[in-house]
């Protein structure tokens, strides 16, 4: 179920330690103790839980913590060097306890440990949780059974929530500036299209062919192939190629003509209609 790795060549420097005995042992017969070892407590609350008495019928025990199952991994180096990992089990501002192989070992902070991760901005050990899966370098402590001075402490499992959270955040940015593309997007369109109606209605020249007169106006095709009413008003200016003054009637169908005037649906109301094929045909003509 667990992993370890282990440096047993190393042992030798620290023989005259029972501690270090005690190690090697947990070593020699990991394949048949040290699962028992890594579960020893649990059994053990299991025995108490079951032994427990209570009045109520039915109890709902309580849920326990995540626990983040990672293989265990304990390293003893030179003059105590050591590395572990496993779960934790308690924690204080400056203590854990850690669940490893050879049971829980104590884990103090010496002054100016590195804690990591500390992207939030603050190193203090009291965020994390029991059962987040943890890693400890440092050096073994002679006075004491299963402690060691931390100098190095990762919280693996904080630093899995802080990607995972950094994700979201940036996912969510993401979403929002998309979103903020979109409404740009949009807000550009509409305004194209207002400052497009906006010129439409503006008076400007027209050129193309002129259609049956009727009344005060007659049919005007464009050069698109668009066709309006042009609407004839008492200011509308009619000329002639030269410019000079004719008369409605004098605009027979076919006539290449220019309009100058704006546009309201299907209608050009007309502010200056030059009709540049009355000169040509009247030459013509003579």
Do not use: C
């Not at 002679?142 to 190095?152: E, I, L, M, N």
């Not at 698109?224 to 004839?232: L, P, S």
């Not at 009637?249 to 309201?264: A, C, L, N, P, Y």
Request: net charge positive.
């Amino acid at each position: 179920m667990f992993g370890v790795v282990f440096n047993p060549s190393n042992f030798n420097i620290m023989l005259y330690k029972n501690k270090m005995a005690a190690l090697l042992v947990v070593a020699v017969l990991l394949g048949s103790t040290s699962y028992a070892l890594a579960e020893g407590a649990t059994s053990t609350s299991s025995t108490s839980t079951t032994a427990t008495t209570t009045p109520n019928p039915t109890p709902v025990p309580p849920s326990p913590p995540a626990i983040d199952k990672r293989d265990y991994k304990l390293e003893v180096g030179p003059h105590g060097w050591m590395l572990l990992r496993g779960n934790i089990e308690a924690v204080s501002s400056s203590t854990l306890k850690v669940r490893s192989w050879g049971g829980v070992w104590t884990v103090n902070l010496v002054s100016g440990a590195e804690v990591i991760p500390h992207e939030t901005g603050s190193r203090n050990i009291r965020e994390w949780a029991v059962g987040d899966y943890v890693g400890v370098q440092g050096t073994v402590v002679s006075s004491a059974d299963w402690t060691v001075d931390g100098k190095v402490v990762r919280n693996w499992t904080n630093r899995r929530r802080l990607q995972e959270e950094a994700k979201s955040i940036r996912e969510e940015v993401k979403d929002k500036f998309k979103d903020a593309e979109n409404n740009l997007k949009q807000a550009r369109k509409e305004a194209e299209e207002k400052v497009k109606d906006t010129l439409k209605g503006m008076p400007r020249n027209y050129e193309g062919t002129a259609g049956v007169a009727s009344g005060g106006s007659f049919t005007f095709t464009d050069e698109r192939g668009v066709t309006y009413v042009v609407t004839i008003s008492s200011s509308t200016k009619l000329v002639n190629n030269n410019w000079l003054p004719i008369a409605l009637g004098g605009i027979t169908v076919g006539d290449k003509v220019r309009v100058f005037g704006g546009v309201s649906s299907s209608t050009l109301a007309a502010e200056v209609i030059r009709d540049v094929s009355l000169p040509l045909r009247a030459n013509h003509d003579n």
